[in-house]
């Protein structure tokens, strides 16, 4: 038993500490080192008690939060998935339960939810000094120029995942234009979190023609990555460049209805809708017969997507290090602001011009 520092929670009540842990990590074949992890939107749903679906792992108290980071090996046995000591490594979230999916590597389409999310639910997190793991759950970065980068790995296999389903559920007609492209095909990306941004980033690469949309402007910051990747993006109460159009794919990042469906009724035949954004405390909106109408004349398939398995990731790795190169500087202005794990009130304040927060440990 050693003592390490961590951020925990109580969950699901919530609450954040920055403490002291005795946690065993002799029953773990690597012994991993954070650098960077990174805070979205569900560990601050923990913390404010908003989650009801996160609790703590079982005989604990408390739970160690964070599900986002790039680790350094610190020591390894030899191993079959290629982990050696000093590798940079992105543990994966999700780990298996006893269901089909879960067995044949796609715990991210777990049948029976009867899987563990480290540092959501009943499994420790990595916002810790020091944690042990299974070579099987760790991702290599092979290229450790992508260092700086590496903690959007996680939250871009959540994209890799959506886009696959994209891609089985656009062959249901022809979605590509006339010229066998997406330059001609419209995509709408809501929201304009850090998500949002790597969709919209994976959309360009498709083709498409890629707008962000908000119900504001953005701060300077959010228009330097705007600029430098070349995006678009409308404040729709403001404005409307896509009104004509019609939109092919709509990605939802705000977990808004009232929204959701203000796009929806826009959307054009053979139609993708990706509901991604989360959102239990959002109001209830008004549906009624002629949104069914359109959904079902239109033919408009509407997708859920949570998570992403090791392919994701791998794919996530590769989309990051080409991006690092193509955008010169661009993505590295994604990280907003490195803060020390002691500065636990980031959990409770988001910075107004946030992109990605990251706790830098060493
Ligand atoms: P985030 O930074 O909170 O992004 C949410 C975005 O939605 C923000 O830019 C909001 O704007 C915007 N928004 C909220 N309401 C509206 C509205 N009515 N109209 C337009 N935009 C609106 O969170 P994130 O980027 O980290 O994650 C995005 C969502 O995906 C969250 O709901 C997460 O819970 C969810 N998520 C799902 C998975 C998964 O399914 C994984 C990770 C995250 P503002 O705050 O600027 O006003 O696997
Ligand atoms: C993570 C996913 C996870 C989801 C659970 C997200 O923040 O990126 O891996 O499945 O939370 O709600
Ligand atoms: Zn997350
Ligand atoms: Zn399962």
């Given at each position: 038993?050693?003592?390490?520092?961590?951020?925990?929670?109580?969950?699901?009540?919530?609450?954040?500490?920055?403490?002291?842990?005795?946690?065993?990590?002799?029953?773990?074949?690597?012994?991993?080192?954070?650098?960077?992890?990174?805070?979205?939107?569900?560990?601050?749903?923990?913390?404010?008690?908003?989650?009801?679906?996160?609790?703590?792992?079982?005989?604990?108290?408390?739970?160690?939060?964070?599900?986002?980071?790039?680790?350094?090996?610190?020591?390894?046995?030899?191993?079959?998935?290629?982990?050696?000591?000093?590798?940079?490594?992105?543990?994966?979230?999700?780990?298996?339960?006893?269901?089909?999916?879960?067995?044949?590597?796609?715990?991210?389409?777990?049948?029976?939810?009867?899987?563990?999310?480290?540092?959501?639910?009943g499994?420790?997190?990595?916002?810790?000094?020091?944690?042990?793991?299974?070579?099987?759950?760790?991702?290599?970065?092979?290229?450790?120029?992508?260092?700086?980068?590496?903690?959007?790995?996680?939250?871009?296999?959540?994209?890799?995942?959506?886009?696959?389903?994209?891609?089985?559920?656009?062959?249901?007609?022809?979605f590509?234009?006339?010229?066998?492209?997406?330059?001609?095909?419209?995509?709408?990306?809501?929201?304009?979190?850090?998500?949002?941004?790597?969709?919209?980033?994976?959309?360009?690469?498709?083709g498409?023609?890629?707008y962000?949309?908000?119900?504001?402007?953005?701060?300077?910051?959010?228009?330097?990555?705007?600029?430098?990747?070349?995006?678009?993006?409308?404040?729709?109460?403001?404005?409307?460049?896509?009104?004509?159009?019609?939109?092919?794919?709509?990605?939802?990042?705000?977990?808004?209805?009232?929204?959701?469906f203000?796009?929806?009724?826009?959307?054009?035949?053979?139609?993708?809708?990706?509901?991604?954004?989360?959102?239990?405390?959002?109001?209830?909106?008004?549906?009624?017969?002629?949104?069914?109408?359109?959904?079902?004349?239109?033919?408009?398939?509407?997708?859920?997507?949570?998570?992403?398995?090791?392919?994701?990731?791998?794919?996530?790795?590769q989309?990051?290090?080409?991006?690092?190169?193509?955008?010169?500087?661009?993505?590295?202005?994604?990280?907003t602001?490195?803060?020390?794990?002691?500065?636990?009130?980031?959990?409770?304040?988001?910075?107004?011009n946030?992109?990605k927060?990251?706790?830098?440990?060493?």
């Amino acid at each position: 038993m050693a003592f390490y520092r961590g951020i925990t929670t109580n969950a699901p009540s919530g609450g954040v500490n920055y403490e002291k842990l005795e946690l065993d990590l002799d029953g773990f074949e690597v012994r991993l080192k954070p650098l960077l992890t990174g805070i979205c939107g569900t560990d601050r749903g923990i913390v404010n008690g908003a989650l009801p679906f996160a609790y703590n792992p079982h005989g604990f108290s408390r739970l160690v939060i964070g599900h986002e980071s790039l680790c350094k090996v610190e020591d390894a046995p030899k191993n079959d998935f290629g982990i050696s000591s000093g590798d940079y490594v992105v543990p994966m979230v999700r780990r298996p339960g006893k269901c089909i999916n879960c067995f044949a590597g796609r715990s991210d389409n777990c049948s029976d939810g009867d899987k563990h999310e480290a540092g959501i639910t009943g499994l420790h997190g990595f916002m810790r000094e020091e944690f042990g793991d299974s070579a099987q759950y760790l991702v290599k970065v092979p290229d450790p120029s992508i260092g700086d980068v590496a903690v959007l790995t996680e939250p871009l296999k959540n994209v890799e995942k959506a886009f696959e389903m994209f891609d089985v559920v656009s062959k249901k007609s022809i979605f590509t234009d006339g010229a066998g492209s997406y330059h001609e095909k419209n995509s709408l990306v809501v929201g304009t979190g850090s998500e949002a941004f790597l969709y919209a980033l994976k959309s360009m690469d498709y083709g498409f023609n890629t707008y962000l949309t908000n119900r504001h402007d953005l701060d300077v910051t959010k228009n330097e990555l705007i600029d430098k990747t070349g995006i678009n993006f409308y404040n729709y109460n403001n404005n409307d460049p896509l009104e004509k159009n019609g939109l092919d794919l709509v990605i939802d990042t705000s977990g808004d209805p009232a929204t959701i469906f203000r796009f929806m009724r826009r959307m054009k035949e053979n139609g993708i809708l990706i509901l991604f954004g989360t959102n239990g405390k959002a109001p209830a909106t008004q549906v009624d017969g002629m949104d069914i109408d359109y959904i079902i004349e239109r033919n408009i398939s509407i997708i859920g997507s949570v998570d992403g398995s090791r392919i994701h990731y791998e794919r996530a790795i590769q989309d990051i290090t080409r991006w690092k190169h193509q955008y010169h500087g661009a993505l590295e202005t994604m990280i907003t602001e490195k803060v020390s794990p002691d500065h636990t009130e980031i959990f409770t304040k988001k910075p107004s011009n946030e992109i990605k927060t990251v706790i830098q440990w060493s």
